[in-house]
């Protein structure tokens, strides 16, 4: 595989966030990410899977296909107990309207826990899969607990962070620093599992 030599990985990602995530993430490592828009790579996967894991594996499969190289890509998801897990597997498109933003969501979240009974316990899940072109994939998972806050606090991150609280700091995902994020938040937890199956996936 090309990755073989210069340790690059591919992100099947576009979501600008995310790969900023991801990179700080990696900054210790001797492993560098590119996205799949930088080598011309667009892949229309239907992530319809059953399961976060189910997902994952499909879009690191496919651009591990197309790019022969080593892919990581990831599904998360929000899981508010009170929603009996939802939004879950539809975080990202949560809300009815076509072309919801982020705040939309966030609306639409709040909207839907009104009524039920606080603390709104909840927890960001992330599943990780790594694919190499010759069809080996492994997972692993990352998960962090919070609850939802009735009002929105900071400004860092994207999509429900400024929402999600995390009693052992009294921050949200969105007033976290990138190192505190880069050791609590659940996509930093599986990065810290996946590590170690790259190096031996590359080596």
């Known amino acids: 595989m090309k990755n073989k030599e210069n340790n ?68 998360s998801g929000l899981e508010v107990d009170a929603l009996n897990g939802g939004p879950g597997l539809y975080s990202a498109r949560f809300a009815p309207q076509p072309g919801a933003t982020d705040a939309d969501r966030r609306v639409y979240l709040l909207e839907q826990l009104q009524g039920h009974a606080q603390p709104w316990t909840a927890r960001f899940r992330c599943v990780i899969a790594i694919a190499k072109p010759d069809g080996e994939v492994r997972t692993v998972e990352g998960i962090c607990p919070g609850e939802i806050l009735p009002e929105e606090r900071g400004i860092q991150g994207f999509g429900y962070d400024p929402l999600f609280f995390i009693p052992e700091i009294q921050k949200t995902m969105a007033q976290m620093s990138m190192q505190e994020k880069n050791t609590l938040s659940h996509r930093a937890r599986a990065v810290m599992f996946a590590i170690p199956l790259i190096e031996k996936m590359i080596h």
């Not at 995310?18 to 992530?47: F, N, R, W």
């Not at 591990?64 to 080593?70: D, K, V």
């Open 8 to 75: 690059t990985i591919l992100l099947a990602s576009g979501n600008a966030g995310k790969l900023i995530e991801m990179q700080a993430l990696l900054k210790e490592t001797p492993y560098q990410l590119i996205t799949s828009k930088e080598m011309g790579i667009h892949l229309d996967i239907v992530e319809d899977g059953d399961t976060y894991a189910e997902n994952a594996i499909k879009k690191a499969l496919a651009y591990a296909t197309a790019s022969h190289m080593l892919v990581m890509a990831d599904d």
